[in-house]
């Protein structure tokens, strides 16, 4: 089982590059999210979707993209790498709103 | 905003140690996430609940509503549950209800 796969696990960028995280889930779940994960701060929002074709901002939305054109992929674009998007990455799914969430393993992203 | 507090911040104890983590948060919510995460590893759900108790293996979960605050019980410690351990709390339906706590580093000796 396959569950959410993110790629690639380990990335180093040049500031002002820009590149796609890509998501992918198996389990046919409508709601998919992304979130980062820095030292000493809980997981926050980048952005959300609650469905193919509908996304929606979180938290931190700025310098990130997204879209989703299938129910199977989610994936986060970063227009222009900046040092403060160094962070640890992850995708998550869930069959409804309020289930349980299921991770993918993170992308590691370091920015210089 | 509901805001979400975990104590300790970084727990260790012996092989065989009852371990609680505390949560506690300051609105109302619809349930209440616990989480795993190994050292460079993903995250894995170990919990959702609403209201009560639920048990799975050595690890219980509790929730007390009224007092907004949550409990992660792990019994008979062992090194391999040595992780952070996170919760969020979900307010209404969707990513954006859920509001994560900064995590307890929690590591056991054996």
């Known amino acids: 089982n396959a569950g959410v796969t993110q790629t690639p696990k380990f990335q180093v960028l040049k500031t002002g590059q820009s590149m796609t995280l890509q998501c992918a889930q198996d389990m046919n779940h409508e709601y998919m999210s992304w979130y980062r994960q820095d030292p000493g701060m809980g997981l926050r929002l980048i952005h959300y979707s609650v469905g193919a074709g509908i996304t929606d901002q979180g938290e931190v939305p700025n310098g990130y993209n997204v879209s989703r054109s299938t129910t199977e992929d989610f994936p986060l674009r970063l227009l222009s790498a900046a040092p403060s998007q160094t962070s640890v990455y992850f995708c998550a799914s869930s069959y409804s709103g309020q289930g349980p969430q299921h991770f993918g393993d993170g992308t590691r992203l370091s920015i210089l | 905003k509901n805001e979400v507090e975990q104590s300790p911040q970084n727990l260790t104890a012996q092989e065989g140690e009852f371990i609680t983590i505390n949560c506690s948060y300051s609105?109302?919510?619809?349930?209440l996430h616990w989480l795993q995460q190994h050292p460079g590893g993903g995250i894995v759900s170990l919990f959702m609940?609403?209201?009560g108790k639920k048990k799975h293996g050595r690890l219980i979960a509790t929730i007390n509503i009224q007092e907004k605050h949550s409990s992660l019980h792990i019994t008979a410690s062992h090194p391999r549950d040595s992780a952070v351990y996170i919760c969020?709390?979900?307010?209404?339906?969707?990513?954006?209800?859920?509001?994560f706590g900064k995590g307890t580093h929690l590591i056991i000796q054996p």
């Open positions: 609940l609403s209201s």
């Open positions: 609105v109302g919510i619809s349930a």
């Open positions: 969020a709390a979900q307010i209404g339906g969707g990513a954006d209800g859920l509001t």
